[in-house]
């Protein structure tokens, strides 16, 4: 694929301009005749502040007070406000974005936003004296059928979608999506028998889309993305996308969707990143989703025929294409990685593209590495070390507030955080270890980094905080930077109403012989006992030098069947336990998917006064 080239070169190309002056350095200190941003046009100086975050302006209003008086002037901190309840919703309650800017006080609309972000903030925060409201599937987004449980959940903005398969090992194995309006706390689209379980849920509520990837069970046969509308409407079926391989069937690893992002100069109204492995390595598509209507007119170049049902359709590469308002796919991008990517962990923003390496068994260097593309032409950037070999990498996401840096945690309880321009590692600490991928979620909490850990029965909070200009010493060793753990919320006090639950989800269909679930987990930890006995037998103090190379491959066979060993202990913990399947969360909530299918709510928002509580009892 050809490399994309730069917007300035597409410029001087189109418009055969001659620049003489020489080209600068934006970090060069600025000089005499350098434009300052305070001489821009109030419209110019308006549509910067309209891509700037919260953070970033209210340092730049520091700056002077024609800045201030600019920033005031285009009422910065009331369109704020309305992106905000836009954006989430569920707090709509605590702001009046109709008030007039004389009525809201000395400090107005910025002075509701700082508030609003200090209230949060304080009940996010450890303290003694309060303690979340704990709901456990009493609200609207709990609705199941008797024969169903909730097997996987996905909370944006305002929007909650739930994806419903067999409550037992008896039940029909079929799934259904579930997506409810925040507002009005209402169901307002569903779309049942699934035969494959929706994996990866994506999805644009500007757009009304939502994809989710389809497992193929053919080995040659590749994956393919299921696109819906969100909402309901009387046929919701988009599309099926078939992803294409040079090989053996494409595997999707990853969904990732983002909404009104420029690809070069050229905006795209949804863009999925949707990395796919085969044949011992990987490719990563960028896919444009548009909204269109299909019809001979429309698209005349193909051949249009007709389906048992009567509907009309045009056959493509990859899938049907049926006639009506559809949507077009159009891969805008493509990037050929060496190596197999990890399974759920990716991000991307129109600068970078971020996901880990898993490598084949048969290479001699196993470490994890961290991959960043330039989305600018389309290549790889770095190649990281990570983590070491065998660790799952559980989370990973692009910081919001400094474009250049990715956070990420692995299944070995370590936080990194990386530095995409420079390629190198920034920090390094311990957190509690995640139980599975999705224990894990990453939010932008008012520009700052918020981690949920989830082990087995509880959810740790942590901040990850950068200073916002950092001076050269800083930046170059991060002193400033800050993770903090503020809060643990815990399922542990609900567990014991859901064990009886578990016992029967876990019980052999009618008319099997009763087998304990866990036989096979019990037969491979003895197994690898008895490989572990034997290995330690034969680690003897090496008499002679060619026998120590023998001892040190023993060694390193040891230490894996010792982690192989301390997993199947955690597996089976966590298969005869309640235990905690997935993580959600905003600026208000934590949503918590147990393995009984069971959803607790922590809302921070709503609190119970601790000292009251232990005063009455």
């Known amino acids: 694929m050809a490399r994309r080239i730069s917007f300035k070169q597409q410029l001087l190309f189109r418009t055969s301009m001659d620049v003489d002056a020489p080209i600068g350095n934006p970090e060069d200190p600025p000089g005499d005749g350098d434009t300052n941003i305070q001489q821009l046009p109030e419209d110019c100086l308006g549509l910067i502040l309209d891509l700037l975050d919260p953070v970033t302006v209210a340092t730049l209003e520091k700056t002077s007070r024609h800045m201030y008086s600019l920033i005031q002037t285009h009422q910065?901190?009331?369109?704020?406000?309305?992106?905000?309840?836009?954006?989430?919703p569920y707090l709509g309650h605590k702001i009046d974005t109709e008030t007039e800017e004389e009525d809201l006080g000395k400090e107005g609309c910025k002075g509701v936003y700082k508030n609003l972000a200090k209230e949060l903030n304080l009940f996010w925060k450890k303290n003694e004296k309060f303690k979340p409201l704990t709901l456990r599937n009493d609200q609207y987004f709990c609705e199941k059928d008797e024969r169903q449980k909730i097997v996987s959940m996905k909370v944006t903005g305002n929007y909650f979608i739930t994806v419903l398969g067999p409550r037992t090992r008896s039940d029909l194995a079929v799934?259904?999506?579930?997506?409810?309006?925040?507002?009005?706390?209402?169901?307002?689209?569903?779309?049942?028998?699934?035969?494959?379980?929706?994996?990866?849920?994506?999805?644009?509520?500007?757009?009304?889309?939502?994809?989710?990837?389809?497992?193929?069970?053919?080995?040659s046969m590749p994956d393919t993305l299921n696109i819906w509308t969100l909402e309901f409407q009387s046929d919701p079926f988009l599309r099926a996308y078939h992803l294409k391989s040079s090989g053996l069937g494409a595997r999707c690893t990853a969904l990732v969707l983002k909404e009104d992002i420029f690809f070069g100069s050229l905006k795209k109204d949804c863009v999925v990143m949707c990395p796919t492995r085969y044949n011992n390595k990987s490719v990563v598509r960028f896919l444009a989703l548009t909204r269109a209507s299909f019809c001979p007119d429309s698209f005349p170049a193909g051949a249009w025929k007709t389906d048992s049902a009567g509907d009309r359709f045009v056959k493509t590469s990859n899938g049907l294409i049926y006639e009506g308002h559809k949507v077009a796919v159009e891969e805008v991008g493509r990037v050929h990685i060496p190596h197999l990517v990890q399974l759920g962990v990716a991000d991307f923003t129109d600068k970078w593209a971020i996901l880990f390496s898993e490598a084949?068994?048969?290479?001699?260097?196993?470490?994890?590495?961290?991959?960043?593309?330039?989305?600018?032409?389309?290549?790889?950037?770095?190649?990281?070390?990570?983590?070491?070999?065998?660790?799952?990498?559980?989370?990973?996401?692009?910081?919001?507030?400094?474009?250049?840096?990715?956070?990420a945690v692995g299944k070995d309880g370590y936080l990194k955080v990386f530095d995409l321009d420079t390629g190198r590692e920034l920090t390094n600490q311990r957190v509690p270890k995640p139980m599975a991928r999705t224990n894990t979620t990453i939010i932008d909490?008012?520009?700052?980094?918020?981690?949920m850990l989830g082990s087995i029965t509880d959810i740790h909070v942590f901040d990850l905080q950068f200073p916002l200009y950092p001076n050269p010493e800083a930046k170059l060793d991060r002193i400033e930077r800050r993770r903090e753990h503020i809060r643990t919320v815990s399922i542990y006090g609900e567990v014991w109403d859901m064990v009886e639950e578990r016992n029967i989800q876990l019980a052999p269909p009618p008319g099997v012989h009763i087998l304990d679930p866990l036989m096979q987990l019990q037969q491979n930890l003895a197994a690898l006992n008895q490989v572990n006995q034997a290995i330690e037998a034969n680690i003897v103090r090496p008499e002679l030098p060619e026998e120590a190379d023998r001892v040190e491959q023993l060694m390193v066979e040891f230490r894996a069947v010792q982690q192989r060993i301390h997993d199947l202990n955690q597996e089976m913990?966590?298969?005869?336990?309640?235990?905690?399947?997935?993580?959600?969360?905003?600026?208000?909530?934590?949503?918590?998917?147990?393995?009984?299918?069971?959803?607790?709510?922590?809302?921070?928002?709503?609190?119970?006064?601790?000292?009251?509580?232990?005063?009455?009892?």
Not at 177 to 204: G, M
């Open 175 to 219: 799934y259904s999506l579930r997506v409810f309006d925040r507002n009005t706390k209402k169901k307002i689209n569903e779309i049942s028998n699934l035969i494959d379980k929706p994996e990866y849920l994506a999805f644009s509520p500007k757009y009304n889309i939502m994809v989710a990837k389809s497992h193929e069970t053919c080995p």
């Open 76 to 88: 910065y901190w009331r369109r704020a406000l309305k992106k905000l309840v836009l954006k989430h």
């Open 445 to 451: 909490f008012f520009g700052t980094t918020r981690f």
């Open 360 to 407: 084949p068994k048969e290479l001699p260097d196993r470490n994890i590495h961290l991959i960043v593309l330039d989305m600018a032409n389309m290549s790889i950037r770095h190649i990281l070390k990570a983590y070491e070999p065998r660790i799952a990498v559980y989370g990973a996401s692009l910081h919001t507030q400094e474009p250049d840096v990715a956070v």
């Open 573 to 617: 913990e966590a298969r005869i336990s309640v235990a905690i399947e997935a993580v959600a969360a905003d600026l208000r909530y934590i949503f918590v998917l147990t393995n009984t299918g069971d959803i607790m709510t922590f809302d921070f928002c709503e609190s119970s006064q601790l000292e009251e509580n232990i005063a009455d009892e």
